[in-house]
């Protein structure tokens, strides 16, 4: 199991091995960290929109105390969805 440890060859093979991957690894960091950032916002702001328009489409659709309530915490969940795009 610990071959690699004992033998000197297998040794520098090893660690020639994960200095290559590291330095692969290193140079695509700037690309997976923008692909990663891409796919959340491409995700997040088709869900944010349907989100919005949900609640504007509640909004303003209850009547008396108890819906002047639920309009009431609808527009602070959209004040706090707008907050979050900025």
Do not use: C, H
């Amino acid at each position: 199991m610990f071959d690699w440890y004992v033998n000197w060859k297998k040794r520098e093979q090893r660690k020639a091995i994960i200095e290559v991957v590291g330095r692969i690894l290193a140079s695509q960091v700037p690309t997976i960290e923008e692909s990663t950032k891409k796919a959340v916002k491409d995700q997040v702001v088709p869900t944010k929109k349907l989100v919005i328009d949900i609640l504007n489409s509640l909004a303003g659709s209850f009547s008396g105390a108890t819906g002047r309530e639920a309009d009431k915490t609808i527009r602070e969940k959209m004040g706090t969805l707008v907050k979050f795009e900025e």
